[in-house]
């Protein structure tokens, strides 16, 4: 899981480090900022995982990982002025879609070579 979140998080610096080239160094960080918002409390949840304290209770880590998110993204717009909006709301869609499909690949992958 910590390297499917490592490869988003990758994708997501490389988007907004190009999107800083073509656009702009603003909207290229605040699609970076967007993504993180996301990742922080996922990777928060995945950590949490591995601990003997949670580990009966995964549905509740889960649930806490939204209101995470929501805290987040009202800091990001809170304290970030100028923030371009649509370019926090393209970093978080890119991080929501790619920690699946990474982890999906990687699983993928490791079913095809074991199997």
């Known amino acids: 899981m910590f390297s499917a979140l ?4 990758t994708a997501i ?9 073509l656009v702009g160094v603003q ?15 996922q990777s928060w949840l995945a950590y949490q995982l591995g ?3 949670w580990s009966g209770k995964p549905g509740m880590l889960a649930f806490a990982k939204y209101p995470l998110a929501g805290a987040g993204f009202a800091a ?5 002025t100028p923030i371009n909006g649509l370019a ?16 999906a690949v990687k699983e993928r992958t490791k079913a095809t070579k074991s199997g």
Do not use: Y
Request: glycine residues 16%; charged residues 5%; aromatic residues 6%.
């Open 88 to 103: 926090v709301l393209a970093g978080a869609v890119i991080a929501i879609g790619a920690v699946p499909t990474v982890f």
């Open 76 to 80: 990001l717009f809170a304290l970030k």
């Open 6 to 9: 490592l490869v988003t998080t």
């Open 13 to 21: 610096a490389v988007g907004g480090g190009l999107l800083a080239l």
């Open 27 to 41: 909207p290229g960080v605040d699609l970076f900022l967007g993504g993180l918002v996301v990742i922080l409390p």
């Open 51 to 53: 601990s003997q304290r």
